[in-house]
């Protein structure tokens, strides 16, 4: 009985610590990638896992979706325009073991494919093109580098344009551009009312020749107008009969 105590003593306690430093736990929103004697044994899901020192390694993967800040990239476009132009990529890990044995760094190496392919799809594109369809270069950039990280594990769920900066001069210069186009088309809105004016005025004057009394009250409508202003104008009136006489004495000596 007394050599059993001695060898659990001596084997048992040793055992038992070894047991427990093996345990590794793996959290929900991880994956545990198993190499056993270095070769590839297997993917290990959320739980407590049994791995033995020296002959076992497990490297934990996080399979969250990951936000990668793509840096300002110098970029001439299509046009030989220089920009600079910055984007975010969204991406989520859907093979561990891919990530770990395909790529020594899948966070930089999605990194650095994606400012590539940003300044190549750049230099593909107008100025205008750029600035008009944002979101269909960014989807362009998304499928190139969708497709070269499969083979990594790595699926991108979104790519964003953040900012496209402009040299300073080419910005004064779309301003100017600009505002000469608004002025332009408020020349454009303010003839257009003139010509409407100038139609209903002369639509007016047939109204008022084609019935005499007409003007007449128009006339007088004016003459009250003016009655009504605190003011020191003076108004003389004459009788349209007067001036009509006049006018027929005029033709008698001709």
Do not use: C
């Amino acid at each position: 009985m007394d050599a059993i105590i001695s060898l659990l003593k001596a084997f048992g306690i040793p055992l038992l610590v070894l047991i427990i430093i093996s345990i590794k736990q793996i959290n929900e929103y991880q994956r545990g990638v198993m190499f056993t004697i270095g070769k590839y044994t297997g993917t290990k899901n959320p739980g407590w896992r049994l791995v033995i020192p020296i002959f076992q390694r497990m490297v934990k993967v996080d399979i969250r979706t990951k936000v990668v800040d793509v840096p300002d990239q110098d970029a001439i476009t299509k046009d030989n325009v220089s920009i600079k132009i910055n984007a975010v990529i969204y991406y989520k890990i859907n093979d561990a073991a891919k990530s770990v044995i395909e790529v020594e760094n899948y966070y930089f190496a999605v990194s650095q494919l994606a400012q590539t392919t940003m300044r190549n799809i750049v230099g593909e594109a107008t100025l205008d093109e750029l600035l008009k369809n944002r979101d269909e270069i960014a989807k362009r950039i998304e499928t190139i580098v969708d497709k070269s990280s499969l083979a990594w594990g790595i699926d991108v769920k979104s790519v964003e344009l953040k900012d496209i900066g402009l040299p300073d001069d080419l910005k004064r210069t779309m301003a100017k551009a600009a505002e000469a186009e608004r002025e332009k088309k408020a020349v454009i809105i303010q003839s257009e009312g003139e010509v409407l004016a100038a139609e209903n005025v002369s639509k007016a004057a047939r109204m008022l020749s084609e019935s005499p009394g007409a003007l007449h009250l128009r006339t007088l409508q004016s003459i009250n107008d003016l009655s009504s202003d605190q003011s020191n104008t003076t108004v003389w009136m004459i009788p349209v009969e007067a001036l009509r006489a006049l006018e027929g004495m005029a033709k008698k000596k001709d």
